[in-house]
């Protein structure tokens, strides 16, 4: 036995030291191979700008000049008239060329060598779509957009004055006032806030260019208004968008709360009350909302334009039959919105004409009246039947949705 061991482990020992020696050497070679290896160099994600790489380009920036057109811009960076003939005759199905504004920006990408040739002309149509002009080869031109980010946001605030000082008050995008009024229009009368009326609520605001350029969709609002919390929650069952209250209940109503978005109350409904032109004492069927000339005023209701024109002391003058009970009238109007005449059809919330001073009146404001079977009661005092609740069947779904925006409303701390 002792022979035997002895006769294979020089064999064995041989081995071990050659596979050793191989070992080492190929340890040696990978550390030679790291030492000679070149570094990893991470580059750099180019910068796009309107599907363009920056670095490959000289831009230019500007804004559209008061009376600039196509030519004019163009013409500045060595394009001919008759290739920018050819460029606006190109543009028709995409963009008219006529329809450049003043205060709109647009870019020139030029060469980067030292001739600086210009070869795309790009035009921001709006802070999103904008619209691509080559100058060279096939003249093509095409339309684009921007990438757009929607952030969740929340707010709160507690009104001083007005809804809108509120707003600005809490570096919050005044926009979102008229977002919010819309979504209250019908539950809340926004000319009667209250010093002590609270809100909060989440929202998506939009970013183009890591710059925010408005609101798009409110998710979730509190408004505490005369100590009374009301609810609003947006819910979209079958592509049905609406606001809903905590219980199901749509906040969307027959009628507007008001006909002008923001404005003041400068006289109300009432029996005797000296005119302010005749000044004799008379009675005052309609409520007068104090506003600049040329505000928008909107129907409070869907209906049918039954009369248009001028009505005596009450000037231009628009008159809405919403259905077989209740009619509306605007007086003293600046002008009328575009499609409104004697039979139209119009939505609810629909511009039908402007603020104006015509007729026995003082100054700009809008006299507003309701009759209701034929007689004339007070619009403050109306009331409006709701429009249909969340169905049954959705009814589950709405819940845990109502449940979880609660709870994140709740964590909005009121300042």
């Known amino acids: 036995m002792r022979l035997i061991f002895k006769r294979y482990l020089h064999p064995i020992i041989s081995v071990a030291i050659f596979f050793a020696f191989l070992s080492l050497t190929f340890s040696c070679g990978k550390v030679n191979d790291k030492e000679k290896a070149e570094p990893f160099v991470l580059l750099k994600e180019p910068i796009v700008k309107y599907g363009f790489p920056v670095d490959s380009f000289f831009i230019v920036n500007g804004t559209v000049g008061s009376g600039q057109y196509l030519s004019t811009i163009l013409s500045r960076f060595g394009i001919g008239l008759g290739t920018i003939d050819t460029i606006a005759r190109n543009s028709k199905p995409v963009f008219d060329v006529r ?19 210009a070869l795309y002309f790009v035009y921001e149509n709006s802070p999103i779509q904008y619209t691509v002009f080559e100058l060279f080869d096939t003249l093509r031109v095409y339309a684009g957009q921007k990438e757009v980010k929607y952030v969740v946001k929340t707010a709160q605030g507690v009104i001083e004055s007005s809804l809108w000082n ?34 909060r609520l989440i929202y998506d605001e939009i970013y183009v260019d890591s710059v925010a350029i408005g609101i798009k969709n ?9 100590e009374k919390e009301i609810f609003a929650f947006r819910f979209n069952p079958n592509d049905t968008v609406g606001y809903y209250n905590e219980n199901g209940e749509n906040l969307q109503k027959e009628f507007l709360k008001a006909p002008l978005k923001f404005s003041r109350i400068s006289s109300g409904f009432s029996g005797g009350r ?3 032109v005749l000044r004799i004492v008379r009675p005052h069927h309609g409520v007068d909302y104090a506003a600049a000339k040329g505000t928008p005023v909107m129907s409070i209701g869907e209906g049918t334009v039954i009369q248009k024109g001028w009505a005596g002391g009450g000037g231009n ?13 605007y007086m003293h109007l600046s002008g009328y919105a575009e499609g409104i005449y004697q039979g139209a059809r119009v939505r609810q919330g629909q511009v039908i004409g402007f603020v104006g001073s015509t007729g026995l009146s003082t100054g700009p404001h809008l006299d507003f009246r309701v ?41 909005i701390v009121w300042k």
Request: cysteine-free; proline content about 6%; overall charge positive.
């Open 99 to 117: 329809k450049i504004r003043e205060g709109n920006n647009y870019s020139i990408f030029q060469t980067r060598d030292s001739l600086k040739t």
């Open 274 to 276: 000296m005119h302010p």
């Open 166 to 199: 509120t707003m600005k008050a809490n570096d919050i995008d005044p926009q979102l006032a008229l977002n919010l009024s819309d979504v209250y229009a019908w539950t809340i009368d926004f000319f009667g806030l209250q010093k002590g009326d609270r809100f």
């Open 317 to 329: 003058s628009i008159k809405v039959r919403h259905n077989s009970v209740y009619t509306t009238q």
């Open 371 to 411: 009759y209701k079977g034929g007689s004339a009661v007070n619009p403050l005092t109306l009331e409006s039947p709701p429009a249909k609740p969340v169905d049954q069947k959705y009814m589950p779904q709405y819940t845990v949705l109502k449940d979880s925006l609660i709870r994140d409303l709740q964590k």
């Open 218 to 226: 409110i998710y979730a609002a509190q408004f505490d208004h005369y």
